[in-house]
Structure formats: structure tokens, C-alpha cells
């Protein structure tokens, strides 16, 4: 596998993302340039909301999950119906 197949993590996108940034707010370059980099900086930026809104779902079915296993611990146990009250004395 080569670097470009590699997927960055969140972490090497920001920064990749970040440093583009920085080159195109610094200037100086020709329109080639910048452009090249705006586009790099918008892949970058895409890349880095798909992981994030990946992290925040999984977060979220984390919690639920927790939140419900923390109900099902603070549920009392079903109290025995007049039915088996009966059943027991018959």
C-alpha cells in the first residue's frame, strides 16, 4: 500500500489542512497555485468533517447504548402479579 492509498488520521488531515490554509492566506502565489491549494484545502476540509461526523454518530451510539443499559440496571424488578400470587397458593 502507498502513501496515497493510506488514509490520513483526523489529526495529519488538520494539520495538512491548516498548513494549506496558512500558504494561502500568506500569498504569493500565482493563480495556479492557489488554486491547486484551495482545491487540496477543500478535500482536506471534507475529508476531515466525514471523520468527524463519523466520531460524533459512533459517540452517539455510545451513548444511547449506555443509557440504556444504565435504565435497564435502575428498573426494579417486575412485582409478581395477583395471577401468580394465586398460581403459588393453588
Known amino acids: ?3 496515497k492509498d493510506k488514509k490520513p488520521t483526523f489529526e495529519d488531515a488538520f ?3 491548516r498548513e494549506t490554509v496558512e500558504a494561502l492566506e500568506a500569498g504569493n502565489l500565482s493563480l495556479e497555485e ?3 491549494l ?3 484545502g477543500m478535500k482536506l476540509a471534507k475529508t476531515c468533517n466525514e471523520m468527524l461526523s463519523a466520531a460524533e454518530l459512533q459517540v452517539s451510539r455510545l451513548q444511547r447504548s449506555f443509557g440504556e443499559q444504565m435504565a435497564m440496571m435502575q428498573t426494579p424488578p417486575d412485582e ?4 401468580d400470587e394465586e398460581e403459588k397458593d393453588a
Open 15 to 17: 494539520t495538512q489542512l
Open 34 to 36: 492557489a488554486t491547486k
Open 38 to 40: 484551495f482545491d487540496r
Open 80 to 83: 409478581p402479579d395477583e395471577d
Open 1 to 3: 500500500m502507498t502513501n
